[in-house]
């Protein structure tokens, strides 16, 4: 009696035990590496983590290429722990030479080693053509760069729009870290600008971009800016089969929902969803070293992210007088999110 009650409590011991970060392989597939100081990489060497750094801003040329070399750079010394995504500026958009040129600087980014090619907001929510209308993701002058991309079978990872909050009043939105960021930043605040693209009008761009181009491998940031609702999300992510999302810095939006509805989601679309954070580690924050700011990163957001996907525990909401249980997923869908997605979404990683 007595060995089978020790074999039940070691059984049950078994089935409670979740699986060690440190040894667990993490894919963390939304960051941004701006710096020249590697001393970051033994931290990630120690918790076999990879990074996807995302060269971010269809700015002018020159500025894309020094964020594109401290990406280069970073992957070409640490290949098994750092890959990265390229993007193109969109200075000379709508002239004749526009396409080529930027078809031979992807090319030449490929041959670099970048696997993805990043396309920011700015494209939807800044640049406006001659007739001063914004210039969409799904504008016909985009398609054949998205052509190439799939020929070169890289990837397009698209941040696309905004958070539904940025379009809501400041007393509607859902998560503090919104309402206080657009508090401070009304020229970003969206609810405020009507004459800018609506919330909707951006996603219906993007929907109408992924029908062009059913083949073409496609990461939307942020959880395809639908954040606010896992239904929503399925609906979209079952129209377009050549999607998935990253999770990037919204993964406080999966805690406002109902954890059992995420965790459905989740489960169901275990193949679908990357983890990411969005975290920066930057040269112009150079009072503190690579290696500080990622130890700071690694407690307050690897960690964490980490409890939260891993365990039932209740945890307290940092900004609001609210609760929200951890989603204790399984190991094989652990093992999806924190890796085997952004293998399959980005061939050429690690
Ligand atoms: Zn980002």
Redesign the pocket.
């Known amino acids: 009696m007595k060995i089978f009650l020790l074999l039940f409590a070691v059984f049950l011991s078994a089935c409670a035990q979740k699986p060690a970060f440190e040894t667990f392989p993490k894919i963390d597939a939304?960051?941004?590496l701006n710096t020249t100081d590697d001393s970051f990489v033994q931290l990630l060497r120690d918790n076999n983590l990879m990074l996807m750094t995302?060269v971010?801003g269809s700015v002018s040329q020159s500025e894309i290429e020094k964020e594109f070399r401290y990406a280069r750079d970073l992957y070409r010394a640490h290949p098994t722990s750092i890959a990265f995504a390229t993007t193109f500026s969109m200075d000379g958009f709508g002239e004749p030479d526009w396409e080529e040129n930027t078809i031979k600087w992807l090319g030449k980014s490929f041959d670099e080693g970048a696997i993805a090619v990043k396309v920011w907001k700015d494209i939807g929510m800044v640049f406006r053509d001659k007739e001063d209308n914004f210039i969409l993701i799904d504008d016909p002058r985009l398609d054949p760069i998205f052509d190439f991309i799939e020929s070169r079978d890289k990837t397009l990872v698209n941040?696309n729009g905004e958070p539904k909050n940025c379009w809501l009043p400041l007393d509607e939105m859902t998560v503090f870290g919104d309402s206080s960021y657009f508090a401070e930043h009304p020229q970003y605040h969206m609810y405020l600008h009507p004459d800018y693209p609506s919330y909707e009008a951006l996603n219906a761009a993007r929907d109408r971009m992924l029908e062009k181009h059913p083949n073409l491998r496609y990461v939307g940031?942020?959880l395809g800016s639908l954040e606010w609702s896992v239904d929503e999300l399925a609906e979209t992510l079952d129209k377009y089969s050549n999607m998935s999302v990253d999770m990037?810095?919204r993964i406080v939006h999966f805690q406002v929902q109902d954890s059992d509805k995420v965790r459905t989601f989740i489960l169901k679309y275990q193949d679908r969803v990357l983890y990411g954070t969005?975290i920066?580690i930057s040269e112009k924050n150079n009072s503190v070293g690579s290696k500080e700011q990622a130890q700071e990163m690694f407690e307050e957001v690897w960690l964490l992210d980490w409890e939260y996907f891993t365990s039932d525990k209740l945890f307290q909401q940092k900004d609001k007088d609210k609760e929200y249980k951890g989603l204790n997923l399984p190991e094989e869908v652990l093992e999806k999110i924190y890796y085997k997605n952004a293998i399959r979404m980005y061939p050429g990683f690690g």
């Open positions: 939304h960051v941004h995302l971010t941040h940031c942020h990037a810095a969005d920066q």
